[in-house]
């Protein structure tokens, strides 16, 4: 197994990251089309599970950057969710403010509306402990929003559900889905890399690593879809500077999940209208 090591960064919402090498070898990049981080752009018209992802935006409230993440609707009784990173509602110990999620975006237009987030949950552990390398396997949240007639899964179609799996579990074709940013990327589109993904860690819930693929800014926060499920979020990746990069996946697996996950809907079923 991979353990991981210092070069592991967290995927910063509000940098715009430059990559002036291939970071896949040509041989890893398993995506048709794979460019050098081993993301293709994913063909429109854009539908299925893949039409669900979307953006998050808000703002810090001490620096008033804009910043972006990827989310994509999870499914729930209140049909109101939407899964993200941790570290994409809590910016450098903060909570970000005015969040939105976007489904559908493409290209600058948001396909199907701007819903305002009215509640955001992230484990504990990740609100009371400064950041550490640690807090991987708990690099997961959940956002609720609320549109003015009637619950996001009206509008977007069926969430996807949830797939928890255990720590050591290997998954072979894994879809990542996000928007990275940078020169490279000068349109915000949605773009996806398939990847085998192996266990990274010996504690904890565990995580996920992928060679196949190196997840710039702007992909955080995005679902690791598997079968028509999400196996996890993106989380965090190697430096973009290192010539053989990978991306680091935070499973769906662990109890703080599942209970964060049942608050969470339990309360935007309180909040839903009628």
């Known amino acids: 197994m991979l353990r991981l090591v210092l070069s592991l960064v967290l995927l910063d919402p509000a940098a715009v990251a430059e990559v002036s090498q291939r970071n896949i070898p040509v041989p890893q990049v398993l995506t048709p089309n794979g460019d050098q981080l081993g993301y293709a752009p994913v063909p429109r018209p854009i539908t299925g599970a893949r039409r669900l ?3 998050l935006v808000g703002r810090d409230p001490v620096t008033r950057r804009d910043v972006m993440c990827g989310g994509t609707v999870i499914g ?19 909570v970000l403010r005015h ?16 819903w305002p987030v009215v509640r955001t949950w992230v484990p504990a552990k990740w609100r009371n402990r400064p950041y550490s390398s640690d807090l991987l396997p708990y690099d997961v949240g959940l956002v609720g929003v609320a549109g003015p007639k009637r619950p996001l899964e009206d509008v977007t179609g069926r969430g996807l559900r949830a797939l928890p799996t255990v720590r050591g579990t290997a998954l072979r074709g894994l879809e990542l889905l996000g928007y990275p940013a940078g020169k490279r990327y000068p349109v ?19 995580l996920m690593v ?5 997840a710039a800014a702007g992909g955080s926060g995005g679902p690791v879809l598997y079968g028509g499920a999400i196996a ?12 053989k990069g990978y991306t680091v996946m935070t499973r769906l697996g662990s109890r703080p999940f599942e209970r964060m996950f049942a608050r969470a809907d339990r309360a935007m079923q309180v909040k839903r209208p009628g």
């Open 53 to 55: 992802t979307g953006v």
């Open 76 to 94: 729930s009784r209140s049909r109101s969710l939407v899964l993200t990173a941790a570290h994409c509602l809590y910016h450098q110990g903060r």
């Open 99 to 114: 969040l939105a999620f976007l489904p559908g975006y493409d290209r600058g237009r948001p396909v199907l509306g701007v």
């Open 188 to 206: 915000m589109r949605l773009h996806r890399c398939v990847g085998d993904a192996v266990e990274g860690v010996s504690e904890g819930p565990g």
């Open 210 to 214: 992928t060679r196949n693929c190196h």
């Open 232 to 243: 996890g979020v993106v989380s965090s990746s190697s430096p973009m500077r290192d010539a």
